[in-house]
């Protein structure tokens, strides 16, 4: 069974610049979590969906928006980049938000803003 | 701040040895603890989780002690190898809520 997918794997922008991360979660997965991991951090929880609803936000800026599509999938988007943008952002699914809370990553996407 | 704090930033340990990572947290909200593991270029995997009605919980070489009333948690893994060598990460969150709380991070690396 696959898992968690995430694309693109790389991503090179400039300061200014908008970008959209796609995730497709596992197959019967119905929740999306969004992760920032800043290099030599742990992950920050920045958005979870589910059914397509927000379900949860982190203390990050309204630069950051997603949202989810009636396959579950999600897409993450960035505007008006910032260096402090770069980072590895990671997509998690889980059946549902009360899951056991268990959730799986995919393997990320390296954004770097230039 | 920090919801969950992780020690030590790095750790290196001989081939058979054990590896210990502790955590610590603050918030008594918190009822669910699960420990991942990340290689370079992957994104984290979950290696093994406990809820506090128990103190302890092994799965194969790798186990977790919790200690409640200190709200502190820690990972012990037996018989390390080098494919043990990876970046191990706790977290924490409440049911529910699902966004989990990662610690900072432990760089283990295991020499042969």
């Known amino acids: 069974d696959a898992g968690v997918t995430q694309s693109p794997t790389h991503l090179i922008k400039t300061r200014g610049q908008q970008v959209t991360l796609r995730c497709s979660p596992i197959?019967?997965?119905?929740?999306v979590s969004w992760y920032q991991q800043v290099l030599g951090q742990g992950p920050q929880f920045i958005f979870q969906y589910y059914e397509k609803e927000e379900r949860g936000r982190g203390n990050f800026p309204d630069r950051f928006s997603a949202r989810q599509f009636p396959n579950y999938s999600s897409e993450l988007n960035v505007n008006a980049l910032l260096l402090g943008d770069s980072a590895l952002y990671l997509c998690a699914s889980s059946f549902s938000p009360r899951a056991n809370n268990e959730q799986f990553f995919g393997p990320g996407t390296r954004l770097t803003v230039l | 701040q920090q919801q969950v704090k992780q020690s030590p930033q790095s750790l290196i340990v001989q081939k058979g040895g054990i590896s210990i990572i502790n955590c610590a947290y603050e918030n008594t909200a918190f009822d669910y603890f699960p420990w991942y593991q990340q290689f370079p270029g992957k994104g984290p995997a979950l290696l093994i989780a406990?809820?506090?009605?128990?103190s302890e919980k092994k799965e194969g070489r790798f186990t977790i002690s919790f200690n409640k009333s200190a709200k502190q948690f820690s990972l012990h893994i037996m018989d390390s190898q080098p494919g043990d060598s990876a970046t191990y990460f706790c977290a924490a969150s409440i049911t529910g809520a699902n966004n989990l709380f990662f610690g900072t991070g432990t760089r283990l690396t295991v020499i042969p």
């Open positions: 406990i809820r506090p009605d128990v």
């Open positions: 197959s019967g997965h119905k929740s």
